[in-house]
């Protein structure tokens, strides 16, 4: 198997005004003759190290599955930086949908081989990092085509601001939720409910007529232990051949 290599990416942000660490992995057949889809994932590290979402995508591109990918990640500080950045109420969350889209995937489709068509492109996230996925995919639909959400974070504010979109039906939806998320310990030591919520949000899609959604209920809870397991068919069904 032909593996890609991920390298470490200086960026600054004026969105944000912070400096850090791109994680930026190219598979092992990469050219620029080729074109090549983008996936950007906050919580960047996680899928890396939690994941191991080189390794599937490599496998997965080897075997013919998927179509050629680069997979960019995003690095997050600490919990409270995730909040600011990932939830809508979040202060510093209107700037980090503005670097996704006006900083980041234009430095993307410079610096690589990319078909610069939001139909290529995809963001990815768990838990909080899926719900600004979303909302980012939402606010730029002519930016971002595709979404994978993994078990995410959903509130009244979730809600609200994707029944005050337009509809872009062309959005492709991967949405996944744990049947034992009725009552997740949240790093405040805060018990929720995500399931309720994200069947919530998948009758809003379906009630918006997006066309091309995937939803499905796993047999697990909030945890790396189903997300990692779930990376091959999301990205089969994203950006499948």
Not at 121 to 127: A, F
């Amino acid at each position: 198997m032909e593996k890609g290599s991920i390298q470490e990416i200086p960026f600054y942000s004026n969105a944000l005004d912070e400096h850090f660490e791109l994680l930026v992995y190219t598979p092992g057949n990469y050219t620029p003759l080729y074109k090549y889809n983008i996936l950007i994932a906050s919580d960047g590290k996680d899928y890396f190290q939690l994941g191991g979402i080189s390794r599937i995508a490599d496998e997965l591109m080897d075997n013919y599955e998927i179509e050629n990918l680069i997979i960019v990640g995003v690095p997050y500080k600490n919990a409270q930086d995730r909040k600011r950045k990932y939830i809508p109420t979040g202060d510093q969350h209107a700037a980090y949908l503005k670097f996704l889209a006006h900083e980041l995937v234009p430095f993307i489709d410079n610096e690589f081989s990319t078909t610069a068509l939001g139909a290529s492109r995809g963001l990815i996230g768990d838990s909080m990092a899926a719900a600004v996925s979303l909302l980012a995919a939402i606010k730029y639909p002519h930016t971002f085509g595709k979404v994978i959400l993994q078990s995410p974070y959903v509130d009244e504010w979730v809600l609200k601001a994707v029944e005050e979109a337009p509809t872009h039906n062309t959005l492709s939806i991967y949405h996944v939720i744990g049947k034992q998320e009725k009552e997740v310990v949240t790093l405040d030591k805060e018990v929720k409910d995500f399931l309720t919520p994200n069947r919530e949000l998948n009758k809003l899609l379906h009630s918006k007529n997006y066309l091309n959604i995937f939803y499905d209920e796993f047999d697990g809870n909030h945890t790396w232990k189903y997300w990692k397991p779930d990376l091959r068919r999301a990205l089969c069904k994203t950006f499948g051949i």
